[in-house]
């Protein structure tokens, strides 16, 4: 059993970019634990503001969008309500994750790709997940628990991947809990624009993981995944 951290700027990131690796790491009997750094209060719910909700009252459902979406996925969720647009660095927010890292001791994390023009949360989001990673393994550095040791890190795709700098070197089969992800995307009533492009992603992206192996898998005929860029070089005995 392996257990995740995902560590994300945004509720609705969680769910578009790696809501099947959360599902599945989830019913294999691993602990994922989702670290949102933000509620998206003001970049990402155009929709809530439209309708004359106050800004209390846009945090309470963005929240609630999301602890329903990471209960589907079969996931945990932590708030740490540092504001967006623009998510900025805080010794509050820093040290909470080192704790979050050093409570989940991750053999896995999942967060944002280095770079994204239509969005400095996530460019933010990705650099200090690696700052808090790092810092997390430091002995010298105040927090409670153990330090981790060195979790491979895994960006999941940026919407718009190819302005991004984004290489999906991983392609993760998630067609067996494909039904977990839909429904869970489903949930984000503030962001129901993003369903169709998140679903036409996992199909093509499907069709890239059977492509790439052949008979070996033994893939179904109608594939769905997701796609990701390894930061750290694997650590491995055997090429496979």
């Known amino acids: 059993m ?13 769910v578009w970019r790696a809501g099947g690796a959360i599902a599945l790491a989830a019913a294999r009997g691993g602990r994922v634990v989702i670290g949102c750094m933000s509620f998206g209060e003001r970049g990402e719910s155009a929709s809530l503001w ?7 009252q846009v945090k309470a459902h963005r929240r609630s969008e ?32 080192i704790d979050l890292y050093r409570e989940v001791q991750p053999a896995v994390v999942l967060t944002h790709a280095a770079a994204d023009p239509y969005n400095g949360d996530h460019a933010f989001a990705h650099a200090i997940a690696l700052k808090s990673r790092i810092l997390a393994q430091a002995p010298g550095v105040e927090g409670p628990g153990e330090v ?6 895994f960006c999941f795709e940026p919407h718009q991947p190819e302005q991004c700098g984004f290489l999906p070197n991983v392609l993760l089969d998630i067609t067996e809990v494909w039904d977990r992800k839909r429904e869970a995307m489903q949930i984000l009533a503030a962001q129901a624009h993003l369903h169709g492009y998140y679903t036409d992603l996992g199909r093509r992206r499907g ?5 790439n192996s052949g ?10 995944a997701e796609a990701y860029m390894r930061i750290y070089p694997q650590v491995t005995r055997e090429l496979s």
């Open 50 to 56: 439209r309708k004359g909700y106050s800004l209390d």
């Open 148 to 153: 981790i040791g060195a979790p491979p890190v």
């Open 215 to 224: 008979p070996n898998l033994g893939l179904a005929s109608e594939v769905f």
């Open 66 to 97: 999301a602890e329903q979406a990471a209960e589907v996925l079969g996931a945990e969720i932590r708030f740490f309500d540092a504001d967006d647009y623009p998510l900025v660095e805080t010794r509050e927010l820093l040290h909470g994750l």
């Open 2 to 14: 392996t257990d995740t951290l995902v560590l994300t700027a945004h509720p609705g990131d969680f």
């Open 207 to 211: 069709l890239q993981a059977s492509r």
